[in-house]
């Protein structure tokens, strides 16, 4: 609550209660239609951010290359939040004020996210929020008209991850996990815990940590002590990083060590990785019609042998989302791009998607526990291997060099 009550009076000093943003845009046909993408670029949780980044401006590359939307180019106005609360909210409101985006496509981080939101909803702008899954922030704008959510929230993963859970053969008993403490973290053990005991899973440490903490040893230590079958992760990419790493240099060797996908890859787990499980809402592997000419357009915009991360993903369907709902528009006008979000269906890299209400309140989520699945890591690669509808691999558990 203390948080919360921080980020309410931090987002008071920089609000915007004179701002009204029209519901059309008048522009010369020569004008860009500006889309506002505040984002973390530096700091914590820039790896993440980074890589979302580049899949919006796949998505709007891909839009100009074919003329742009309604004879207008899309401009991205892109700024490092840092993932910082009052950072956040000082680059929307310069967004709102200064750059006159028609739109925002980003943020990334839920403590800086919330913050952000908060200082801008009297402005009532369309937002396609491509990151950050706290309940908190669905709770908060996710019954706004004006607001879109791409990334699921956090009890969809908890979800997935408990039926994921549920399908291991043995059944695992004890599960230890390790949270940051944010809003992120904070949301995702609670949901964690009351998914997993409600299906008899025995939960035998929550700790937290704070992202880009160097040293992890005391939380791996008591991890080694707690008996666990499997080891869940929930942090950024960095720290889920540093946590394998640490707690293989440490030999922490559970049955299966899971973590949430956050921008990272398999590279730079390097030996640490092998066997580890990862959850995430989508992977290249995966069985999807239609997936292969996504890959093939993306890939050709990234080094040699470069993997397409789910993050990157993430970004692209989101700026489709709104590119296309645009075009249905017909007119750069809030009220009718705003109607052709609520009610369009959308070819994406998941398949085929549609904005709609999620089960605590949210007007406008376009993933969910439904589209969620799990790889795991090889020697070489990685193989998807839940749920078996888009799987092309079975899931080794106990995982390589498991000492429990």
Not at 123 to 137: D, E, L, R, T
């Amino acid at each position: 609550m203390k948080l919360i009550k921080h980020l309410l009076c931090a987002a008071a000093l920089l609000g915007v209660a004179t701002l009204a943003t029209p519901a059309a845009f008048a522009q010369a046909a020569n004008e860009p239609i500006r889309i506002g993408v505040p984002m973390p670029l530096t700091g914590p949780l820039a790896q993440g951010g980074r890589v979302i980044l580049s899949g919006i401006q796949f998505a709007a590359d891909e839009a100009n290359k074919e003329g742009g939307v309604l004879g207008h180019k899309i401009e991205l106005v892109i700024e490092d939040t840092k993932g910082e609360p009052n950072t956040a909210a000082i680059v929307a409101n310069k967004m709102l004020n200064e750059d006159k985006v028609f739109a925002f496509a980003g943020g990334y981080g839920s403590t800086a996210d919330f913050a952000m939101l908060q200082s801008i909803k009297r402005a009532k702008p369309i937002f396609v929020h491509m990151a950050s899954s706290s309940v908190k922030i669905e709770q908060a704008f996710g019954a706004q008209p004006w607001y879109f959510h791409v990334y699921i929230v956090d009890y969809h993963r908890q979800q997935a991850a408990t039926s994921f859970f549920e399908s291991i053969t043995p059944k695992p008993k004890n599960i230890a996990i390790a949270y940051e403490d944010g809003l992120y973290g904070s949301d995702a053990v609670r949901s964690s815990q009351e998914y997993l005991t409600k299906a008899g899973f025995n939960i035998v440490m929550k700790e937290p940590f704070k992202t880009g903490s160097p040293d992890l040893s005391p939380i791996l230590n008591r991890v080694k002590s707690s008996n666990a079958d499997i080891f869940f992760i929930i942090g950024y990419s960095g720290d889920s990083i540093q946590m394998v790493r640490q707690a293989r240099s440490l030999n922490v060797n559970p049955k299966l060590m899971m973590i949430v996908t956050s921008g990272e890859k398999r590279d730079d787990f390097g030996v640490a990785g092998n066997g580890l499980a990862v959850i995430g809402e989508w992977a290249p592997e995966q069985k999807t019609a239609g997936l292969e000419t996504f890959l093939k357009n993306f890939r050709a915009t990234l080094p040699p042998g470069a993997p397409v991360l789910t993050t990157a993903v993430q970004g692209y369907t989101g700026m489709k989302t709104l590119i296309d709902s645009i075009r249905a528009a017909g007119a750069l006008d809030h009220d009718k791009v705003i109607a052709a979000l609520d009610k369009g269906k959308f070819a994406t890299p998941y398949g085929e998607l549609s904005y709609g209400p999620s089960e605590q309140g949210g007007k406008h989520q376009l993933l969910t526990d439904k589209t969620m699945i799990v790889w795991q890591y090889r020697p070489q690669g990685q193989e998807v291997v839940w749920p078996p509808a888009k799987a092309g691999g079975k899931l080794v558990y106990p995982a390589p060099g498991a000492s429990n």
